[in-house]
């Protein structure tokens, strides 16, 4: 609960911007103005710190770009827009909702499209709202996380992973994909800890990353052959009699089957794929074989590939065949969705809805005819820079008669729409935000009034409820009349409570809640998959027609027209396009760059400082070069972020899938770093 100190209103919030940390907040206000943010000491995982993008919040707040009021734009893309009242802005939108419903006879033209820009279980009101009115369109999956997530389901059969500070207990921590030096700063403190104990810390990533550089041994692997890495290494386990032959007779299924492929595996021409010798390979295989304290921490990068959830199910079998599953300090961790035990009421759906690919969006739209979608709202998402095949999307945004967008400020979607409405940030509403990373709970309280017209996505939703039913009653039974802690005291459930420790939702006003579930995932060897055990072999992967082993599945390759990969990693300041209006924090820093090897900008006459053109048969984006050493000879570089609605990266993004996502996210994941592209000096810098 907010409470005073030294002159000031204090109250606990949470940052909501699906990122590992999910940190808790402290917020200073004086004379109902935010002064000072702080992380929140009480939160046993971040631990009172934030990062550089947390502590910016009171500038995103307070910034003068900050939309204030709805607006409607005078002609798409005109850039003239004209102020309403949030009657205005509601009359218009009601008008053309109960229009197309009258005009087809079915709200399946209405579409949504939201993900995660804000987490908070409360905005889920959006999806309640769409729900509310009938059968809807609605994108559904992620374009994030959704390989890996079927990969651990397969195997395992839950996302669960150990409690993040089990790190601080490994002996050898593997960091696969992730870089969390700049997009998880709060683990550091138990990777430095485990450290200062002897631990070996072994990075592994195509790109050399401010985390490669606090390592003890950097693997420089190629993008997309992970999967390879983790059976060549698996083999060599074997072959060295590292293999835990306990736990792999007890707790797991189809060992022999997968030892029968292992030993048709050929260690030179995988290890020779990953850009690995087989002198890296018995180093590897030495530190991870020498240790039951393996903790392997597998990002969201290298997932981002055609072959990504088998990928991950290569590394999850190398973890069984040290037999560090649930093991402390040890284990593969990818995500967790086991403190995620709310009663998501606003998601219960109505028979009927059309659900369109959030990864495909676009084409799949093009192709729904019948009827076809006419009105298309947006919430927490900032589609037209983050969306593969851009050039398609802008195509099919103009046969849309309608676009609402609500945001915080003008995005590049924000203008290409009709309308756009202002949302209140974190700090202007109440709400509870999960984690997705470590076991922590948080209650978001409102600390400051909102920001001049602005609104939460459950208000909106609410008021254009009402709107509706007051010009057709009966068009939406979306709970209008409830309020934030009523529709809170529906989301929970006894068995949530008692994995909190609480007996209601408001003593979480008294701080975050660790909760109680294993420090040590699958440490008592009971998997949830329905044998019990850890499967090497899937008969639920099988019958989604992928394959029943971990095989190695070779990935998307450059060719000689696009040889190298663009791969569009997070940045330091940035998540997605989320920090990108503020230029508080790019002050210092001037226009985004291309990272290119020495090799290749040699080979192509390029210079730091240059300027060039990368492309693809999608398109081409021109921007300066960075010639460094850190970035692969067959890669280049991109951060996202910091591009401010100037450089669309994902234009040049065929939008290729994953292998899996279905079960966890009913879609296909984006294989966003399977872009192959060219590089030449831009003509005005030859
Ligand atoms: S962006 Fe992540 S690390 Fe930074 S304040 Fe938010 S949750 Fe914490």
Redesign the pocket.
């Known amino acids: 609960m907010a409470y005073k100190q030294d002159g000031y209103t204090v109250t606990r919030n949470v ?1 909501p ?1 699906n ?5 808790g ?1 402290l917020t200073y206000v004086r004379n109902g103005k935010m002064e000072k943010i702080s992380g929140d000491p009480a939160h046993g995982y ?1 631990a009172g710190k ?2 550089a ?2 502590y910016s919040y009171i500038r995103r707040v307070y910034s003068p770009d900050r939309l204030r009021y709805p607006m409607r734009q005078l002609g798409r893309g005109t850039g003239r827009w004209e102020r309403l009242t949030w009657e205005q802005a509601l009359d218009i939108i009601s008008d053309k909702i109960l229009a197309l419903k009258s005009q087809f006879g079915s709200t399946l033209p209405i579409c949504l499209n939201k993900y995660s820009g804000n987490f908070g279980i409360l905005h889920y009101a959006v999806e309640g709202l769409f729900n509310s009115l009938g059968s809807t369109t609605q994108a559904i999956g992620s374009p994030c996380w959704s390989a890996g997530l079927d990969a651990q389901h397969y195997d395992m059969g839950q996302n669960a992973n150990s409690d993040p500070a089990e790190l601080e207990k490994a002996q050898v921590i593997v960091l696969w994909g992730v870089n969390p030096a700049w997009t ?3 683990s550091l403190p138990y990777i430095y800890k485990a450290r200062q104990r002897g631990a070996q810390v072994i990075v592994i990533d195509p790109i050399f990353t401010e985390t490669a550089r606090k390592a003890d041994c950097y693997v420089q692997i190629k993008p997309g052959e992970d999967g390879a890495l983790a059976v060549v290494l698996a083999k060599r386990l074997v072959q060295k009699g590292y293999a835990d032959k306990h736990f792999l007779a007890e707790f797991t299924k189809g060992w022999e089957e997968y030892l029968a492929y292992l030993e048709t595996a050929d260690i030179v021409s995988l290890a020779e794929q990953t850009g690995q010798t087989e002198e890296v390979i018995d180093l590897l295989a030495e530190k991870i074989g020498g240790s039951k304290s393996v903790f392997f921490w597998v990002g969201f990068g290298l997932q981002r590939h055609v072959n990504g959830g088998q990928n991950l199910r290569a590394i999850n079998a190398l973890g069984a065949v040290a037999g560090c599953l649930g093991t402390s300090g040890g284990g593969v961790h990818y995500a967790q969705q086991r403190t995620w035990g709310f009663n998501f009421c606003f998601l219960n759906s109505p028979e009927g809805n059309r659900k369109v690919s959030i990864n495909s969006f676009a084409e799949e739209l093009a192709a729904m005819k019948d009827p076809p979608v006419q009105f298309l709202w947006i919430a927490c998402r900032n589609l037209i820079t983050q969306d593969a095949n851009r050039t398609l999307l802008l195509k099919q945004l103009d046969n849309i008669d309608c676009i609402v967008t609500v945001e915080h400020f003008l995005t590049p979607t924000a203008r290409y729409s009709d309308i756009v409405l202002p949302a209140t940030t974190h700090f202007e509403e109440f709400d509870i935000v999960p984690s997705y990373w470590h076991h922590w709970i948080g209650l978001n309280e409102p600390a400051i009034a909102p920001w001049f017209d602005a609104k939460s996505d459950l208000e909106i939703a609410q008021m254009l409820a009402i709107a509706l039913n007051k010009k057709c009653p009966g068009s939406s039974n979306f709970p209008a009349d409830k309020t934030p802690s009523e529709l809170l005291d529906r989301e929970f459930n006894d068995e949530f409570y008692r994995m909190l420790g609480i007996t209601h939702w408001r003593e979480l006003m008294d701080g975050p809640r660790r909760a109680d579930i294993p420090h040590i995932a699958w440490e008592d060897g009971k998997y949830s998959t329905s044998s019990g055990k850890f499967e090497f072999l899937s008969r639920k992967a099988l019958s989604n027609n992928k394959s029943a082993l971990p095989l190695h599945k070779p990935g998307a390759k450059p060719c000689e027209q696009y040889p190298f990969w663009f791969i569009t990693s997070h940045a330091q300041h940035s ?1 997605n396009s989320q920090f990108d209006i503020p230029d508080w924090l790019y002050k210092s820093g001037s226009e985004p760059v291309v990272h290119i090897h020495p090799d290749a900008a040699q080979r192509r006459g390029i210079r730091s400082g240059k300027r060039v053109r990368i492309y693809n048969s999608f398109g081409s984006v021109v921007l300066p070069a960075l010639v460094t050493s850190d970035t692969p000879p067959d890669a280049l570089v991109c951060y996202q972020g910091s591009q401010s609605g100037r450089l669309f990266l994902n234009q040049l993004n065929p939008g290729l899938l994953s292998d899996m996502g279905e079960i966890c996210t009913g879609t296909k994941g984006l294989a966003f770093y399977d872009i192959f592209v060219n590089i030449e000096a831009a003509a005005d810098s030859v």
């Open positions: 940052c911007r990122c590992y940390d999910t940190c907040m971040t934030l990062c993008k947390g998880a700063v709060h998540l």
